[in-house]
């Protein structure tokens, strides 16, 4: 039975580039597998970039700071995590050592997977 995925996303969508378009690929992929994906930027994405995304059904959010460890992005993405119940928590750009795992785990999400760019 399909779920939700949250992928968190450390970036500034300004543009449409190789992130905006890694994100987008993913969201249509689990959409026409039945699964719902939200997307959790550093920012609010532009106009244009929003428009992108509107056309592959995805949810954005916004967890600001999220490359920081402090308690506004914890908080932030806490909400998040409650709201959407995801089944997977894919993070990108966040760093080997963050709260996040910790913080999927107190919200019940299954699995959480981790790209490391670095």
């Given amino acids: 039975m399909p779920g939700c995925v949250m992928c968190i996303l450390s970036a500034v969508p300004t543009r449409i580039g190789g992130?905006?378009?890694f994100a987008r690929e993913l969201s249509s992929?689990?959409?026409s597998a039945g699964w719902r994906c939200v997307i959790c930027?550093?920012?609010e994405p532009v106009?244009?970039?929003r428009r992108f995304f509107e056309?592959?059904?995805t949810t954005i959010e916004v967890v600001p700071d999220t490359g920081d460890l402090n308690w506004t992005s914890?908080?932030?993405a806490a909400r998040l995590l409650r709201r959407y119940r995801p089944d997977v928590?894919?993070?990108n750009f966040a760093g080997l050592i963050s709260p996040y795992p910790w913080l999927a785990r107190c919200c019940s999400v299954r699995r959480v997977l981790l790209t490391d760019q670095a």
């Fill in 74 to 76: 914890c908080r932030h």
């Fill in 55 to 57: 056309m592959s059904g």
């Fill in 29 to 31: 992929q689990l959409a």
């Fill in 41 to 43: 930027f550093r920012r």
């Fill in 47 to 49: 106009e244009s970039v």
């Fill in 89 to 91: 928590l894919h993070l």
């Fill in 19 to 21: 992130v905006e378009m």
